[in-house]
């Protein structure tokens, strides 16, 4: 059985992107450093799955983004939310909790796990 954590983020990727965004403006670094810390290390974003999925999200309008400087005075592309994307985490996070809790069920049900 394979555990990687990348399997859960694959099909998440786009809305724990979009939840970063929610407290303003961010740098790719920044919003992985936001889904680590949050997760408590559980969730890595790798750079070749974030800024992909950075360039899926604005061309989809979900983010805008532009150029400006780093807290390390470094040219660094931010990312901003847009209503559309708001619209679109909030229908998805939804989906995506209903999923959890009905897994969740099931696997707290019984028979217990070993």
């Known amino acids: 059985m394979r555990k990687d954590p990348g399997d859960l983020l694959q099909g998440t990727l786009g809305i724990l992107i979009l939840k970063s965004l929610l407290l303003g403006s ?8 936001w889904v680590e810390d949050t997760t408590r290390g559980v969730l890595q974003i790798e750079e070749g799955s974030l800024y992909p999925a950075l360039r899926r999200l604005e061309d989809r309008g979900f983010v805008t983004s532009q150029w400006g400087l780093s807290e390390n005075n470094r040219r660094a592309r931010f990312y901003e939310i847009t209503g559309n994307g708001r619209k679109y985490l909030r229908n998805e996070a939804a989906t995506w909790l209903r999923y959890s809790q009905a897994v969740t069920r099931v696997l ?7």
Request: cysteine-free; overall charge positive.
């Open 108 to 114: 707290r049900a019984a028979p217990a796990l070993a």
């Open 26 to 33: 961010a740098h790719g670094y920044a919003i992985a450093r």
